[in-house]
């Protein structure tokens, strides 16, 4: 029986990968900041972990506590809207911290491990932002793209390891907590001269014609992760598939 480790699980897109997968008869490893036994079924093959993706000791306990691993799926996030010109250099770096610099971390701990056994899968959750460029986003996208570069690259030197690595890429998802668990860190960051292009920005995003369900976060990291071919990169949700074959 194969064994999964996802962050970022305590809600959204991470949350249901974790049951989908559970439900496909999979070990998983759901990890989040602060762990709650409750979103998960009681299971023996559904654990819950605490991990914090920016703090070492916090990655090297988790993958200590977590065993073998078959799969990861690099979920974690967090977002960012706002114009770039107020942005605080310092909430850049926080950004870069968990969306970027997060998922480099938790990769390489897991690599030793894949590598020695010559199989296993890394995904990488992304956003369809990095399909096409978005406004007001734009510390959100370049930490998302830089994960695409790397992830790219990784792909072809683990290779040689038979170690494949892939990218899904999620489209706007406006079920999820994912704008409000940012709202502190958005304060102030869109002041009096960019208002009125953020309001018709808003106004867009309240009229969507496409948007990303959890379960297609879900089906496609799960399709991601048990695809053996050398594909790299799969969108997820309606809106994302369009942006893709429009790219």
Known sequence: MKTVLITGCSSGYGLETARHFHAQGWNVVATMRTPREDVLPRSDRARVVAL????PESIAAAIEASGPIDVLVNNAGIGLFGAFEVTPMTTVREVFETNTFGVMAMTQAVLPQLRARRSGVIVNVTSSATLAPMPLVAVYTASKMAIEGFTASLAF????????????EPGYGPSTSFT????????????????????????????PSAVT???????????AANDATGKLRFPAGPDAVALARSA
């Not at 030197?157 to 899904?168: G, Q, W």
């Not at 409000?180 to 009229?207: K, T, V």
């Not at 369900?213 to 399709?223: C, L, M």
Request: without cysteine.
């Open 213 to 223: 369900r959890e379960s297609d976060v879900a089906e496609v990291v799960w399709r």
């Open 52 to 55: 914090d993706v920016t703090k």
């Open 157 to 168: 030197e683990l290779e040689e390891l038979d170690v494949r690595v892939k990218l899904v």
């Open 180 to 207: 409000s668990n940012g709202g502190a860190r958005m304060q102030g960051l869109l002041p009096e001269p960019y208002a009125p292009f953020a309001q018709r920005i808003f106004a867009s995003l309240g009229q």
